[in-house]
């Protein structure tokens, strides 16, 4: 092979020698078939054959069987992590393309009793494709008015059927608190009830009040989820009305879908996950997040969600930090995504989201934590910037909590078996 | 709830009692939260929430559970069948707003051991707003000049590397052989070394000689899958060369992606199903093909892959028979998409298939039954009808053989371990 390449790490289960199983990949991605045909020369291997870089075998994972695998009497069953080099030249710089040949088929071959696709390395022929995140972490610091520190945000609440009036309150609620960003509910499109227009026209309505008399104005992302046209037209409604950010599903407008909208984009992308659990939570199948966030981020995410510590959904703590930091390494050198934590997040998680992840470039969401502080959102605001703040300092947190009662509130309120 | 619904059906697994398992997901992905919230009003709920429609308990999976689950200790596992009614009203009808409510963050769900989404039902707002396949089994039949009988196609090989003036004699060869239909590999998009633009040219080329002598025209697949723009472009350019069908890789341009091509799409789009397995594979997680083809066919495919009976991928006869059903199964009462079988198809397969579907609107795929016949591609395409005629007629294959040379030849060669 000449040129360019993608390197594909998986894990690879298989009843086969570990080797062969990764053949088994290479070939049927590239130049194989099951059949002899003609015209597959070995120059044409030779040229555009995948090629397995290397196999390490791993100790047993434990995972069971995918369906339909070859299991040969008294094979061996091993598991290893694999990588695997495509030319670019076998698909150009596409995202579609590219997924063809590294996610394809391959997830159906009966020769695997198990397949995920853990990494991806890209050349720059993909930079050169895809600006990627036009905002970034600076560029959103920048809208938002908060060069450093973390940034606290929140969800609208209920998720849906709230009325355009009564969002109106919730908002001037959260926008009087000090937050930095809030954000329509993923279950919450353009449905009837809740038009955008409208929720548009009150929210900016709303935020422009609140800096006419604080000096800040909250970052507001629409979700603009939707059929694409109808996407390009609610992001343009979107910015004509002044708005600073938009939401977009990445897995149900899909990668292509986002990186469609970013050629057509003037603001931050918050790129939310619904559905990828979909192709993460199984094991030994699927997709890892670390190789998704590096599509989405190249499709131009500015904002991606990881979830956060000790959320309630079901990822371990481990596998979030991990989710951090691949979304925010940097990708081509230059790419910037804002890692948003979200789910069960509250003011006492501060000291150890802090000590583990190493930053304050964090988007951090707290729904309950803020809307549910018992006196009000804008002490939930308090207790949680108080909180990053005394972590960041490397403070106690309950020495903090006494001269801060709105922290104090927050931690009697949701530290129940804190610790 | 007022108003239309979506009906979600569900595989779900759970520590919980199954019914309160179906409530975590009905409130997660309608208007519930984690902790209680002003404006959550019963009414608001009330209008708002997803309804559980069935509990129906089914017998223990054998699945392993998923990641995270909550299992507290002594609790029983339980596995059925959940039905779900969304209003339409809380995503109106939009694909990808109706996929954050029925395959969102419901997946992630520590309270679920395992989660399918099985299959939709639509109301008739879907359809007003997406008017799904252009040509159908009917409009594809009209373009090939087949009205009845199985339509026969193959697949350009190698998978990828074929220099363009070697597509040529592939292409020649198979058209003069009486072939119905010619794709392209998923792999192979827009290359460097295969530009479409080039693989346009030679094959419409070659396509109008053919048909000048022979009075019979292939549909040929060119595979349009690309970033969404030149996906288009890609669309403009075959037609305008007077290509008759295009591909695109549902999954890979995203469902979203696939409605926006509908919209702009003049020929047939033939759907394939690259990447499915990443959803479809998993024990007890996932979106069932039977679910997923339905919002491919709202969409727009015109034909979508199922894979063939003893293919070499790891569903079951059984499961590949329910798909090509549920692609057949008329949608909105109207909506026709044809079946496409492929990956290890050859004339011997024809009488069970036949048997066990009870059709001929079928588009069979060989490529090695085709390629691979030893006495070229014209005797496989020959194999094949004959036999497809045999199994239509009800007559015995072996005896038909030999009358047909062809077709002995065929099983002679592919048939080893047949019955």
């Known amino acids: 092979m000449s040129g360019s390449e993608v390197v594909a790490t998986y894990l690879v289960e298989s009843y086969l020698p570990l080797a062969d199983a990764a ?7 590239s130049t194989g078939t099951f059949v002899a ?3 597959e020369t070995a120059e044409l291997r030779s040229q555009f054959a995948a090629r397995v870089l290397s196999v390490e075998e791993l100790p047993p994972t434990g995972h069971g069987d995918l369906p339909g695998v070859i299991r040969p009497p008294g094979a061996r069953r091993s598991s290893g992590r694999v990588r695997i080099a495509f030319g670019v030249q076998n698909f150009g710089p596409s995202l579609p393309n590219l997924l063809a040949a590294v996610a394809g088929n391959l997830f159906e071959l009966r020769q695997l009793a198990g ?9 720059s022929e993909f930079a050169a494709r895809y600006p990627g995140p ?6 959103t610091r920048d809208l938002m008015g ?4 973390v940034l606290l945000g929140t969800i609208v609440k209920p998720s849906i059927g709230l009325p355009v009036e009564e969002l109106r309150l919730v908002v001037r609620e959260l926008a009087e608190a000090g937050i930095d960003f809030i954000k329509d509910d993923e279950l919450v499109g353009n449905p009837p009830h809740s038009r955008l227009a409208d929720r548009v026209a009150v929210v900016i309505e709303e935020l422009d009040k609140v800096a006419a008399r604080t000096g800040r104005r909250p970052m507001y992302a629409f979700n603009i989820t939707d059929d694409l046209d109808r996407m390009a037209a609610n992001h343009d409604l979107v910015r004509a009305a002044g708005g600073s950010c938009v939401m977009a599903c990445v897995n149900l407008v ?5 990186a469609w909208l970013r050629e ?6 918050h790129g939310h996950r619904a559905m990828t659990g979909v192709f993460t939570r199984a094991h030994g199948l699927g997709i890892d997040f670390v190789a998704w966030s590096k599509l989405a981020r190249l499709a131009g995410a500015d904002h991606l969600h990881t979830n956060g510590l000790s959320n309630k959904f079901y990822e371990t703590d481990d596998e979030v930090l991990r989710s951090i930091t691949a979304v925010r390494q940097p990708l081509f050198g230059g790419y910037q995504t804002l890692p948003v934590l979200s789910s069960g997040q509250w003011a006492g998680l501060a000291p150890q989201t802090y000590r583990r992840t190493g930053t304050t470039d ?8 803020i809307h549910g502080h018992p006196d009000g959102s804008g002490a939930g605001v308090t207790a949680m910037r108080t909180a990053w703040r005394c972590a960041v300092e490397g403070g106690d947190l309950d020495a903090w909590a006494q001269a801060e009662p709105a922290l104090r509130r927050a931690i009697e309120t949701f530290g129940a078996g804190r610790g």
Chains 1, 2 share one sequence.
């Open 23 to 29: 053949e088994v990949i290479a070939g049927e991605q």
């Open 37 to 39: 045909v003609a015209r």
């Open 115 to 123: 397949i995920r696709l853990l990494d991806l390395e890209l050349p």
């Open 134 to 139: 036009r905002f970034g972490v600076s560029g």
């Open 146 to 149: 908060r060069p450093d520190g």
């Open 254 to 258: 899909g990668l292509a879908g986002l």
């Open 264 to 269: 057509r984009c003037d603001l931050p992308i």
């Open 362 to 369: 964090l988007l951090v969401l707290a729904g309950g934590g």
